[in-house]
């Protein structure tokens, strides 16, 4: 079943960004599937160029890395885990303005582009940013392949993990992957923090799912100051295994929440990091609700990547759990793991206080119905097909 190709919703948007830019940066968490969406996109280009920074053969092309450019001028050079050599962003410039025309390079990264920060630098107006994540509910919800919305729930949206044979195997893979994040990936970006820390750090996020982060609380427990946790929470979040929720700063006159929430964003490294092997534990587990919420909030916020994502809460208890903003534009999400789910008065007032355009409840039940002419209690499905 691995062999299986799920339509990912960025292969529209890398397609017409690769016809708009000279250079095309896709990023995302290892594994996501960056190299297979690449593989296709660039099999349909003739005489292309895929290299794997990770491989010694094709990084030993790159010795001269002009050169190797020039002799290939007119091809779409495809540079895998560039975060191995950020240092060839500096040779890129003079080469892309020479040539004068966009699809020149598509480079894949599985870390921010403020850990690769000299493309920012070197490349800027030459350059489009795209992010991929994990497979998505809404790249499973209409395949031919026998997926169902409680499978990347569990299993969480890494390809491997969601393909795989059965929960053993899953279960399998992403705890290999977990290790070989700490042992090898961590230090190859250059950091030098023992795996154990790290790995304690994750799972004291996963056991805080969509609280909100207290840095000294946290740190005091592990041992550091909060400067120094707050470091490791941030290399997780530029590593995108953590999402860093930022509240909503409304100029009201209201005491507001100024910590942000931390989120896993991958639901099958989070139950793997509680020990949650399958559907029955997860159905009893204290994190029920804040899995339900980062798998929904995830698929929602990645349908709308031109749109700020920030959480909602005031010190008088009345909170939203995700606000997306664009301009004067506000919409608003609550999350509940229940199939007949019932809001909080503190919902209602955040609706008045933002002066929220729309909103939808977001819960598993089998039909989207109104509560409120402003107001939906929908399924994740419904919400991604209707809420525009």
């Not at 995302?28 to 690449?38: E, M």
């Not at 779409?76 to 060839?88: G, S």
């Not at 909103?359 to 499905?381: C, G």
Request: neutral net charge; contains cysteine; aromatic residues 10%.
């Amino acid at each position: 079943m691995q062999s299986l190709y799920l339509h990912r919703n960025l292969e529209a948007e890398l397609k017409d960004s690769l016809l708009d830019f000279p250079a095309v940066a896709v990023l995302g968490p290892r594994q996501c599937g960056k190299s297979t969406l690449a593989k296709k996109i660039i099999a349909d280009l003739p005489d292309s160029i895929y290299l794997d920074l990770e491989s010694p053969a094709d990084l030993a092309k790159l010795q001269a890395p002009e050169l190797f450019f020039s002799q290939h001028s007119d091809k779409l050079i495809c540079l895998d885990e560039v975060q191995h050599l950020p240092e060839i962003f500096a040779d890129l410039r003079a080469v892309i303005d020479a040539r004068q025309r966009n699809t020149q390079f598509l480079f894949l990264g599985s870390a921010s582009r403020d850990l690769i920060s000299q493309s920012s630098e070197t490349l800027a107006g030459r350059i489009a940013y795209l992010e991929l994540t994990p497979l998505l509910y809404s790249e499973i919800d209409q395949s031919a392949h026998s997926l169902e919305l409680n499978d990347i729930w569990l299993r969480g949206g890494f390809p491997d993990s969601l393909l795989a044979r059965n929960e053993k195997a899953s279960k399998r893979w992403r705890e290999n992957f977990i290790r070989t994040f700490l042992e090898r990936d961590i230090p190859q970006l250059g950091f030098r923090i023992p795996a154990p820390t790290l790995k304690r750090v994750w799972q004291m996020c996963a056991h805080n799912q969509g609280q909100l982060l207290n840095s000294s609380q946290l740190g005091s427990s592990l041992g550091v100051s909060h400067t120094t946790f707050r470091s490791y929470i941030d290399l997780l979040a530029e590593t995108y295994m953590l999402r860093i929720l930022p509240p909503y700063m409304a100029n009201l006159k209201k005491r507001l929440v100024k910590s942000p929430k931390v989120y896993l964003r991958d639901t099958g490294i989070l139950h793997s990091l509680l020990a949650i092997d399958t559907f029955d534990e997860l159905m009893g587990h204290p994190v029920l609700g804040a899995s339900w919420e980062t798998m929904a909030m995830e698929t929602i916020i990645s349908a709308f990547p031109d749109w700020n994502p920030y959480f909602y809460r005031t010190a008088s208890g009345t909170e939203i759990d995700l606000i997306l903003v664009r301009g004067r534009r506000k919409l608003a999400f609550e999350f509940k793991v229940s199939a007949a789910p019932k809001v909080s008065k503190g919902f209602w007032n955040g609706l008045r206080d933002l002066e929220i355009e729309r909103a939808w409840i977001v819960a598993p039940v089998r039909e989207p119905y109104p509560i409120h002419e402003k107001v939906t209690v929908s399924p994740l499905s419904d919400v991604l097909q209707n809420v525009y």
